[in-house]
């Protein structure tokens, strides 16, 4: 697609709910990152993928967050068991090589999530 | 570890010059990079700069780098109302991963 395309884009959900957060990159993208942006702060990285392989998971704040990329093209975010400490800003980026040196990271507009 | 500081606020006319200042802690990192986040939208990358360098100009925008200093500035000559966005700095913490601030909101008056 022309764009990095994240659904939903708004999200509510009950506490103790899983959610699943799904992110289209940009065609030909090898590498596909998560960042998680509370209200009022940067993003902040959670974990990256090379084509299906997840590089990094470092970011994930807990078991409860899980990430997935199986075909090395769309991906898909799961949090388990929501809390209200969960919600933020999820924003989904892709590049078209995997090293960041001077390699642009295109960002999704990202999906909302309150846990309520 | 590694951290990003950013002044939180800037309020500038329009037509004058707005500069916005960002320090960081990873004497490593490769990048620097300014990203422009307008509401609504997703995060735009503006510019960035190689370690190595000075000073980058791009049309409006000019990057300094003082890397013994580890402060970065991103100044916006001519600052127009559509300027008036969230601004983040990053640097490249690993070989894969941003590490940003908590981002400049800069709000342009008439």
């Known amino acids: 697609g022309a764009g990095v395309s994240q659904s939903p884009r708004y999200k509510v959900t009950k506490r103790g709910q899983d959610v699943a957060l799904r992110c289209d990159p940009i065609?030909?993208?090898?590498?596909l990152y998560w960042y998680r942006q509370a209200l009022g702060q940067g993003p902040e990285f959670l974990t990256y993928f090379n084509y299906e392989a997840q590089q990094d998971k470092s970011g994930l704040p807990n078991d409860r967050f899980s990430a997935e990329r199986p075909e090395g093209s769309i991906s898909t975010l799961t949090i388990q068991r929501t809390e209200q400490r969960d919600s933020a800003m999820y924003r989904c980026?892709?590049?078209?090589?995997?090293?960041?040196?001077?390699?642009?990271?295109?960002f999704g507009e990202g999906s909302w999530l309150t846990v309520v | 570890g590694e951290d990003v500081e950013q002044s939180l606020f800037l309020s500038v006319r329009e037509g004058d010059s707005s500069v916005i200042n960002c320090t960081y802690t990873?004497?490593?990192?490769?990048?620097l990079y300014w990203y422009k986040q307008e509401p609504g939208a997703g995060l735009q990358l503006l510019t960035y700069i190689f370690s190595n360098m000075d000073m980058k100009q791009d049309q409006r925008l000019t990057v300094l780098l003082n890397k013994k200093d580890k402060h970065l500035s991103l100044r916006i000559a001519d600052t127009q109302t559509g300027d008036s966005a969230i601004y983040f700095c990053?640097?490249?913490?690993?070989?894969?991963?941003?590490?940003f601030g908590a981002g400049t909101r800069l709000a342009v008056h008439p």
């Open positions: 980026a892709s590049s078209l090589e995997s090293n960041l040196a001077g390699n642009t990271i295109y």
């Open positions: 065609s030909g993208h090898v590498s």
């Open positions: 990053a640097e490249s913490g690993g070989y894969n991963k941003l590490i």
């Open positions: 990873d004497s490593s990192s490769t990048y």
